[in-house]
């Protein structure tokens, strides 16, 4: 086994691809929610992006599948790294002693393994409901190209589909309000003076992603646009 391959499966290691892949995961996220937000400026806008992206051709399923092994290699990290933790402290998460500083121990921090398990399984249903979907067509600007606009609408007229993307979006932002800090943490970036900070840029953010993307389907639903 090479060195490279030795140290990434190695705790610090692990902890380090977690933090790298995770940070990676949260920029695509804030393109994919940018992407998403142009629904408010219109059909043409939203079908124009996408369409934009499908001029990639076969190199868009390069990406896709690309970012599909980014998500399990980093779900596997997290799982691989919790079940050390598991066999190292046989007694689990009941006693929760801190170190002096205030215990960053909530809801958010113990159930990220649930959580990334769900949001991996959304994934597959998620593509499974736009990117594998026989799209209707539009014009724009005498090009034709997938209504992206009009399956947007169609699926988040649906009640059962808009609470399970809504519920999965609050999801999102409990796993992102620990998971930056914590990516963070695992680089080695933080440090007394920066902690606060981080800590509430990780909140911020994460309020804003699950706002963004649970904004769109309420908008869409209630018939707002």
Known sequence: MSKAATFLNSQVGRKI???VTGLG????????????????????AINTY??????????????????????????WLGISIWLGRRRAR????????TRGEPSRQNWSSRSMILTGILLLLFIITHLNTFAFHDFQTAVVGGVEMHDVHQRLTEVFQSPLYTVYYVAI???????????VWSSFQSLGWMSRKT??????????????IA????????SIYFGLF
């Open 211 to 218: 706002a963004g993307f649970i904004g769109l389907p309420l």
């Open 50 to 75: 996408s369409y934009t992206l499908h001029q990639l051709g076969p190199l868009l399923w390069v990406v896709r599948l690309g970012l599909l092994a980014f998500f399990v290699y980093h779900a």
């Open 25 to 44: 995961l949260v920029l695509f996220i804030i393109v994919h929610l940018i992407g998403n937000l142009t629904y408010f400026a219109g059909a043409d």
């Open 90 to 97: 046989p007694e689990g998460y009941v006693v929760q002693a």
């Open 195 to 208: 902690n606060p900070v981080i800590y509430s840029i990780a909140f911020v953010l994460a309020v804003i």
């Open 17 to 19: 691809a977690t933090g």
């Open 169 to 179: 979006m609050i999801l999102l932002g409990m796993h992102l309000r620990h998971g």
